[in-house]
Nanobody
Framework: QVQLVESGGGLVQAGGSLRLTCVDS????????VAWYRQAPGNERELVAQ???????IYGESVKGRFTISDDNYKLSVTLHMKNLKPEVTTVYYC?????WGQGTQVTVSS
């Protein structure tokens, strides 16, 4: 059974960094694109970044240069590295694989 588990969210001051990790025991990410999305209240979910097993990466325009997505050598986890965080990125971040969503992890950036 697929169960995506996100971790690493929390509260950070503006300019700080956070690292979000997505893992699942049922899927080896080698063959599947893994994406991070975020959704602010009242808005649609927005693609933050996506990585394929072959290493192809896509970033949302608003995070280019500040966020980095990577996977581990065994393709068992995907990490979103976020730096120079700004208060406007405060929202819930979700991991997405195939048709499955994680439960979300809250990222809060204080000014």
């Amino acid at each position: 059974q697929v169960q995506l588990v996100e971790s690493g969210g929390g509260l950070v001051q503006a300019g700080g960094s956070l690292r979000l990790t997505c893992v699942d025991s049922a899927i080896n990410f080698r063959m599947r694109p893994v994406a991070w999305y975020r959704q602010a209240p009242g808005n649609e979910r927005e693609l933050v970044a996506q990585i394929t097993g072959g290493g192809s990466i896509i970033y949302g325009e608003s995070v280019k240069g500040r966020f980095t997505i990577s996977d581990d050598n065994y393709k068992l986890s995907v990490t979103l590295h976020m730096k120079n965080l700004k208060p406007e990125v405060t929202t819930v971040y979700y991991c997405y694989v195939l048709i499955f969503w994680g439960q979300g992890t809250q990222v809060t950036v204080s000014s």
